[in-house]
């Protein structure tokens, strides 16, 4: 079946803008968790939701950050006033849920803030 | 909360040979522990996994071991090959996973 998948595949912003980055899990995973990599770096968590709620959020780096999964598929990740700091690729993940750790990753979003 | 080392940071072999390449964790309640393959631009890849059940698991050139005593765990490749080539990661955790720095694999023909 489909993979996850994530839009846009790149973006580019001037600092103090707004940016969405969606993310589109695999068809029936309950688990969806979003992560930040930087060049040279392993993925860093930043919020992990279990179906529609935020079952861990301590990753977002300050209250900039923003992410929803308004109906536990499709998830929206937010980030208001972006900073030059921002600048990374996002990663999505999705899982089974219920005991099932098994994280499989989207091809990620490269935001790069001017 | 967990942090995981990750070393060494590259590792070159010659096709054929093994490479090892080994973390260390530090939160005694981590169960799960996956490793990811990235290539080059595209998305990190699940190669192998293994929970704290269990002490070792293979998949054809690929093993994983677990000390859950010394909290460490290593990935094993033997007979590797050009294709290995990549950013190899791994991570621990439960719902949520904490990454390695990541290993940087090449493989000369």
């Known amino acids: 079946g489909a993979g996850v998948s994530q839009t846009p595949s790149n973006k580019v912003t001037e600092k103090g803008k707004y940016v969405e980055l969606r993310c589109d899990p695999i068809?029936?995973?309950?688990?969806l968790y979003w992560y930040r990599q930087s060049l040279g770096q392993g993925p860093e968590f930043l919020i992990y939701?279990?179906?529609?709620?935020?079952?861990?959020d301590s990753g977002l780096p300050n209250d900039r950050f923003f992410a929803v999964r308004p109906e536990g598929s499709v998830s929206t990740l937010k980030i208001q006033r972006t900073e030059r700091g921002d600048s990374a690729v996002y990663l999505c993940?999705?899982?089974?849920?219920?005991?099932?750790?098994?994280?499989?990753f989207g091809p990620g979003t490269r935001l790069t803030v001017t | 909360g967990e942090n995981v080392e990750q070393h060494p940071s590259t590792l070159s072999v010659q096709e054929g040979d093994s490479a090892v390449i080994k973390c260390t964790y530090s939160?005694?309640?981590?169960?799960?522990f996956p490793w990811y393959k990235q290539e080059l631009g595209k998305r990190p890849q699940l190669i192998i996994d293994?929970?704290?059940?269990?002490g070792e698991k293979k998949d054809q050139r690929i093993a994983v071991t677990l000390n859950k005593t010394a909290k460490h765990f290593s990935l094993h490749i033997t007979e590797t090959q050009p294709e290995d080539s990549a950013v190899y990661f791994c991570?621990?955790?439960?719902?949520?996973?904490?990454f390695g720095k990541g290993t940087m694999l090449l493989v000369s023909p």
């Open positions: 993940a999705s899982s089974r849920g219920q005991g099932r750790h098994e994280q499989y």
């Open positions: 068809s029936g995973h309950t688990a």
């Open positions: 939701f279990q179906g529609t709620g935020a079952a861990d």
């Open positions: 939160d005694s309640a981590s169960n799960y």
């Open positions: 293994i929970r704290s059940n269990v």
């Open positions: 991570a621990a955790g439960y719902s949520t996973l904490t």
